[in-house]
């Protein structure tokens, strides 16, 4: 086992967090954003050894999309992340952009393969790990 992924364990245990998703639910959400998204939507990343999620700043949309081929692994250091599926897309240097929404369809993908998700504002949480279940009676699953 690595020195990164001992750690993570260590940590997990001091916080006493409970698990969400496995590697393979992971892999599963990544593979359909990739492949049966418009975009890769943008997010906000909680890593268990971090204090601060990255980037610190998520309250807007955003024009870029999300790295979702390689910024998510190793899976097992997610905390949660917080997914933004819209992005302004510029149109000019004048105009503000519009706004592209994928947020039913990724939805549908996180039904689709069963994993838990809390709405909140125009952001969509979903946990690698969890303190208390709370988290999920609080607008869940709100449409």
């Known amino acids: 086992m690595g020195e990164l992924k001992q750690r993570v364990q260590a940590v997990i245990r001091e916080k006493q967090l409970t698990s969400l998703l496995n590697r393979t639910k992971w892999e599963r959400l990544q593979k359909s954003v990739i492949e049966e998204l418009a975009f890769p939507p943008a997010y906000q990343i909680k890593y268990v050894l971090e204090n601060r999620p990255y980037p610190e700043s998520f309250e807007q949309d955003v024009w870029y999309w999300g790295d979702w081929e390689e910024g998510l692994e190793p899976f097992y250091h997610i905390e949660w992340i917080r997914v933004r599926p819209r992005y302004v897309k510029k149109r000019g ?44 009676y609080v607008d869940c699953h709100k449409e």
Request: glycine fraction near 4%.
């Open 93 to 136: 240097k004048i105009s503000e952009g519009e706004i592209i929404d994928i947020t039913e369809e990724f939805i549908r993908l996180l039904r689709k393969w069963r994993i838990p998700f809390v709405v909140k504002k125009e952001s969509i949480y979903i946990y690698g790990y969890v303190k208390h279940a709370d988290v999920f």
